[in-house]
């Protein structure tokens, strides 16, 4: 099965700042990777498909990029709204592999 | 409005069976690959399962493979998830996930685009 590894586990962050979090591949998965965004009690929602594409409706705050095995999610201005943990999830092949989370906390 | 809601969660003693189920609406579940995803309360999520389209191709994790079994009625715009030989480890919220398929230039991605509020399973005696 392909390792999804996450950094940073957690971070603190004020409103404002930016943050960025890494998600790296125990092997090439091209662009086949998805990031959610998963707050207390909910589902998780997704953000980012193809690694890049940004899904309908989500704030263009949010941005995705990599390839290959290491890839990032980008907050370019921190809100309120956005503290929550994040996961990565590869949608290469079977079984899918979530990254173990990144907990965006308020400084 | 597009949603999934599942049921059939509850306590069951270790060695038991429960079946899942996943009601889908506002839109034609035939037309979609479903999947279970399980989080552990205060864990990540964790991949369980796969369907395609017309309940003929399925995956699952090693960890249930044998034991669970993935379903679906098209007619009734339902996905089921049957369980058995249950173990504490199976503790968890189940979520059921609609599969997309993105075009981005001539490639497709999926991803898991609509989510269920998840149905709680205990296993515990």
């Known amino acids: 099965a392909i390792q999804m590894t996450q950094s940073p586990s957690s971070l603190s962050a004020s409103v404002g700042d930016r943050v960025t979090i890494t998600c790296r591949a125990s092997?090439?998965?091209?662009?086949?990777l998805g990031w959610y965004q998963q707050k207390p009690g909910e589902a998780p929602k997704l953000l980012i498909y193809?690694?890049?594409s940004l899904y309908s409706e989500v704030p263009s705050r949010f941005s995705g990029s990599g390839s290959g095995t290491d890839f990032t999610l980008t907050i370019s201005s921190l809100q309120p709204e956005d503290f929550a943990t994040y996961y990565c999830?590869?949608?290469?092949?079977?079984?899918?592999?979530f990254g173990q989370g990144t907990k965006v906390e308020i400084k | 409005e597009v949603q999934l809601v599942e049921s059939g969660g509850g306590l069951v003693q270790p060695g038991g069976s429960r079946r899942l189920s996943c009601a889908a609406s506002?839109?034609?579940?035939?037309?979609?690959?479903m999947h279970w995803v399980r989080q552990v309360p205060g864990k990540g999520p964790v991949w369980v399962s796969h369907?395609?389209?017309?309940?003929?191709?399925?995956q699952y994790a090693d960890s249930v493979k044998g034991r669970f079994t993935i379903s679906r009625d098209n007619a009734k715009n339902t996905l089921y998830l049957q369980m058995n030989s249950l173990r504490a480890e199976d503790t968890a919220v189940y979520y059921c996930?609609?599969?997309?398929?993105?075009?981005?230039?001539?490639?497709?991605?999926?991803?898991?685009?609509?989510w269920g509020q998840g149905t709680m399973v205990t296993v515990s005696s």
């Open positions: 996930t609609r599969d997309l398929d993105f075009v981005v230039g001539t490639a497709h991605f999926d991803a898991f685009d609509i």
């Open positions: 506002g839109f034609t579940l035939s037309g979609f690959w």
């Open positions: 369907i395609n389209s017309d309940g003929t191709t399925t």
């Open positions: 092997q090439a998965i091209r662009s086949d």
């Open positions: 193809a690694a890049s």
């Open positions: 999830l590869q949608d290469y092949n079977y079984p899918r592999t």
